[in-house]
């Protein structure tokens, strides 16, 4: 899906989960690796029973043929890897997992005074992004 289609998909996103719940749209919601920024987003959830549409082994043996195609196709110069959504998302989950979450140094730090401020210890799991890793996300 490119031209027109992404774009109409793209603005009927902002529409339903920007403007329709009366929060931020277009330009005024800040990305999520931008820690000194209010996101401004908002949420839009859609259900779908796909029972009633077809048995859900079919949905995922097309759903899996659909990301086969789209891991195939050819990558531009300097890219390694094509990602479906939600796929560098499941990979920070488990390296998360793994190595605790990565904060912004300054919600970290705010964390650890609001840990001290209320005699409580700071959340495990958690630790604050260095200057190298900060310039990563």
């Given at each position: 899906m490119?031209g027109h289609?992404?774009?109409v998909?793209s603005?009927?996103?902002d529409?339903?989960a920007?403007v329709?719940?009366?929060?931020q749209?277009?330009?005024g ?5 931008d ?5 401004g987003c908002s949420?839009?959830l859609?259900?779908?029973d ?6 859900r082994a ?5 759903l899996e043929r ?12 300097g890219?390694?890897?094509?990602f ?6 499941s990979r920070?989950s488990a390296l998360?997992?793994?190595q605790?979450?990565?904060?912004a140094?300054?919600?970290w730090?705010?964390l650890v005074?609001l840990a001290g ?7 495990a799991?958690?630790?604050a992004?260095?200057a190298a ?5």
């Amino acid at each position: 899906m490119a031209g027109h289609k992404g774009y109409v998909v793209s603005f009927m996103m902002d529409v339903l989960a920007g403007v329709l719940p009366g929060s931020q749209f277009g330009a005024g919601v800040a990305g999520p690796h931008d820690p000194d920024r209010k996101s401004g987003c908002s949420h839009l959830l859609v259900t779908i029973d796909i029972a009633r549409m077809m048995p859900r082994a079919e949905f995922e043996s097309r759903l899996e043929r659909l990301i086969e195609q789209i891991k195939s196709v050819p990558r531009a110069a300097g890219v390694e890897e094509i990602f479906f959504p939600g796929e560098l998302e499941s990979r920070s989950s488990a390296l998360a997992m793994q190595q605790g979450i990565l904060l912004a140094s300054q919600t970290w730090q705010s964390l650890v005074k609001l840990a001290g401020q209320t005699d409580t210890p700071p959340p495990a799991g958690a630790r604050a992004a260095s200057a190298a890793e900060s310039e990563e996300s």
